[in-house]
């Protein structure tokens, strides 16, 4: 938070009411005299909203944001307060991140995958076969964030608090066992994200791009023979019953933003932004990564035992055919971004060598 | 339609109200009537685009139905369904929806409720109308130009479609342009009741 | 003001815009994003409604709807009800009332696959009616029984309403449609079998036994044998997996226009008539259908569903009164409302409710279907009422009186349903 935008901000704002909110602030500050943000001055009184379009139930609503709002409110002596609306109350999953942009919301948290040609470079954080989890998928995004400019530049009219990653998703299916390429021929399969879908394709599938809640309906009725999905979301949609096979891949890793309005921003005080930054950025990241990443253990080993999933371990002369079989996607991705302007292929590079994955 | 064959409707209070007067329940003061009295020659033009647009909206309908069969016949018999489908059949939807709404407002088809409005006076019946077609426009108008910034935020994001990155904007924009078209209905049929209000008959 | 306040105020608003004959749709639209801008703020409202009003139509599992609708309006073009009657009259000729009988099983048979009640009153209305007073028959056990084997098109699959419910609660829709069909059965026999007992009881009603109709039987199941096939198709590959909705809906859709150009039932004029028609209805319905999602995140917003859940738990009323109480509201508004608006606007309030006090979702979306429909036919508005007595003639205070007993014999089948809820959710069961 360089900018002094905050105090000029409060300053207008404040007017009148300025000596109530500073009084509300003093007895907040009083009543909270162990804390080391009460000697501080945070500036006045904020209410920030916060929309996102999982639902209420969500493990990471649950373990993550809501104790994490009330941290905010410590860090910041009271004066920043945070209104979770989960459910798609503020805007539905599409729309969350236009809705920052707009200002119209102040935070929001959603998955960049859900608007097809909105976030193109991001897409690497969805590459197939490359993550082998949560955590690394997160430590790569952060790397990547932090040295390619093009990459911050797609996220340029918010102020991103966070990127990470999600855990693994696997190939899920309904009948058929998927133990070489040949065996995806002709299945119809969903795929949660676009470059997902060339890669399906690309290995001879049909892809269908579907809301994750709409999955359970689809592969019950056949509509599908099966899905790629974060493993931890087969348990959140209840899936188990509907799914027989399990390939693991590393086939797809979905990633998060956590986005907060330039305006709602710059209404902030500059130290309500240093305590934001300071509650946000990688460390919170790496905390959510952790949490779909314990998610992803614990379905792996109770929740599909229980429902008879039966996981099948790739030949690793299979995964390298299918590896190569989705080659061609990443390098029309890199052509993409090179004729964009974007150093496509030394991302992809650095993703490699990050990963080891090539 | 054979004359005096009510039209057959799921559910349309329209048509049951079409079919309720055919069989001589009380409808009241009814749009067609003001349109004889009072029509003019942008009320005609207008009628003739939300004509165009309606076709275009059969058409979106007919095709998504053969379509849909194909992906079907492709899928059972030839394991091969059809690229995009959901997509695609999303997009038809929002396109047929918004095509077809300017006519329901010039024939006066919307689903509303007429417990008052036919136990009153003409004159009565008439404010009622003006009443009605001011919060319709103002709705609508609004409505239009948020759906145009919607799709300017389409375009400018490059929003597409997840499997054939179909770009989203230009369906977008088909729904401004039968939003648009639904809007200058209702000034129309607010116009011409307002004429008649003022004319007195 | 609290927000719950506000939506109070949002929804007596909404009501007043209604009763003043604006659009329902327009009236739920305006409330829903003043009162949205009012409790989040005018930039948040505006952004919702452009998005809104695109990704509102832009729903895969609402693009069965117009499917079904044209199913409908090229069945109901192609005046396929006078040859339903004409055939199951051949089949039902020797029962005593047989006529009033075969007018319900028809009027059940044509609604379910058209799922217009209108349609199906009229067709009944001028075929049937002169049929029964040639023999005698009552004036209003006639019109009543021309009046409400129709009601069962939007209980019966396919049925638009029954996809608007599942969209209105996230309730799986193929299931939502296949728990309609045994509680639809159940209550056309009910009546079937009410129209038989009025006529046993009281034989002055139908005085003399009809002729033995000209036609064979073999000529029977010739004009009618497609209906029975094109259900069993779309709803058969619904029920066993092989279609989606929107799929069962393009397949029945396609196969009704395939057997009515094919038999030269429907002409082009009529084809282009269909279509038309069914553009109209679409964009009605999804008109509303996106007000009532606009309406739904308003009423999220004023945090009103989890007030009313909070209310009604805190008054511990007995559960099956709260859901009484729930159907006697649905019964007033239907008997003043259309039954779509009615759905709308009701059920993202209702269901969470229905829901907290641990009763079944789809359940639950039968017994509302089965609640709208005796809507149709209670004074003052009951629109069918008011068609069968237009085209037929008799007034309508003798369609309300011969009505009366076939009211009852719908509120029994409700109790029954309410009684033995697995009437409703046995055939969605096998489907898991
Ligand atoms: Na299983
Ligand atoms: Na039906």
Known sequence: ?358 | MTPGMPEPSPNGDADAADAAAAAGAPAGLTLQDLQRQHGDRFGQGLARVTMVLHVGAGVTLVALLAWTVTDIVGRSFFGNPLRGTVELTELAVVVLVYLGLARVESQDAHISVDLLYVRLGRRAQLGLRAFAGVVGFLVVAVMTWRLYVYAGQLDAGGYTTGIRRVPLYPVALLGVAGAAAFGLSILTNLVLVVRSLVRGR | MANELVGLVGFLVMLALIALRVPVAIAMIGVAVVGYAYIVSPDAALARLGADAFRGASLYSLSVIPFFILMGMVLANANLGRDVYVALDRFLWRVRGGLSVATIAASTMFASVSGSSIASASTMSRVAVPEMQRYGYDDGLSAASAAVGGTLGSLIPPSALLVLYGVLTAEPIGQVLIAGFLPGLMTALILMVTAWLLVRRRPSLAPTQPERPEITVAGAVRLVWAVPAIFAISMGGLYFGVFTPTESGAAGAFLALLYALATRRLTLRRFYAAVNDSIKVSAQIFLLMIAGQMFGFFLAVTRIPMWLGRTISDIDLTPWLVVVMIFAIYFVLGAVMDEIAILVIMTPMMYPVVIDLGYDGIWFGVLTMMMLLTGLLTPPIGLITFVVSGLTGIPLSKVFRGLTPFWLALCLAILLVIAFPAIATYLPSLMQ
Request: charged letters at 25%; a negative charge; glycine letters at 8%.
């Open chain 1, 1 to 358: 938070g360089s900018e002094p935008a905050g105090d000029l901000t409060a300053d207008e704002d404040g007017g009148v009411t300025a000596t109530d909110d500073d009084a509300t602030a003093t007895e907040d500050d009083a009543a909270a005299t162990d804390d080391d943000a009460a000697a501080e001055d945070f500036g006045d009184d904020v209410t920030l909203t916060f929309g996102h379009p999982f639902p209420p139930t969500d493990p990471m609503q649950v373990n993550v944001w809501e104790p994490w709002v009330e941290e905010v409110r410590e860090a910041t002596g009271g004066t920043v307060d945070i209104e979770i609306h989960a459910g798609g109350a503020l805007a539905p999953g599409p729309q969350v991140y236009e809705n920052v942009v707009a200002g119209a919301q102040d935070l929001g948290w959603t998955m960049p995958g859900y608007t097809p040609g909105r976030f193109p470079i991001t897409q690497i954080i969805e590459a197939p076969f490359v993550f082998d989890g949560a955590i690394e998928g997160t430590e790569v995004a952060t790397e990547l964030w932090n040295e390619f400019d093009a990459f911050q530049e797609e996220f340029s009219d918010t102020k991103v608090l966070s990127l990470w990653a999600m855990d693994t998703g696997d190939l899920f299916t309904r009948d058929t066992p998927v133990e070489q390429l040949e065996d995806l021929e002709g299945l119809t399969i969903r795929s949660p994200a676009p470059l997902q879908s060339q890669a399906l394709e690309a290995m001879g599938a049909n892809a269908v791009s579907m809301p994750g809640p709409d999955i359970y309906d689809a592969v019950e009725r056949g509509v599908i023979d099966g899905y790629k999905l974060a493993n931890s979301a087969t348990r959140v949609f209840d899936l188990g019953g509907t799914t027989a096979y399990r390939t693991i891949c590393n086939c797809y890793t979905g990633a998060f933003v956590l986005a907060m309005s330039q305006q709602a921003w710059d209404r902030l005080s500059p130290a309500q932004q240093d305590a934001l930054e300071s509650l946000t950025g990688p460390d919170l990241a790496m905390r959510l990564a952790e949490g779909h990443q314990g998610a992803a253990d614990d379905t792996e080993a109770t929740y599909w035992p229980e429902n008879d999933v039966e996981s099948i371990e790739l030949d690793p002369e299979e995964f390298d055919r299918m590896r190569d079989a989705v080659q061609p996607v990443f390098d029309q991705w890199i052509q993409e971004m090179e004729s964009a302007g974007v150093p496509g292929q030394e991302m992809a590079d650095r993703l490699f060598e990050l990963t080891g994955a090539n």
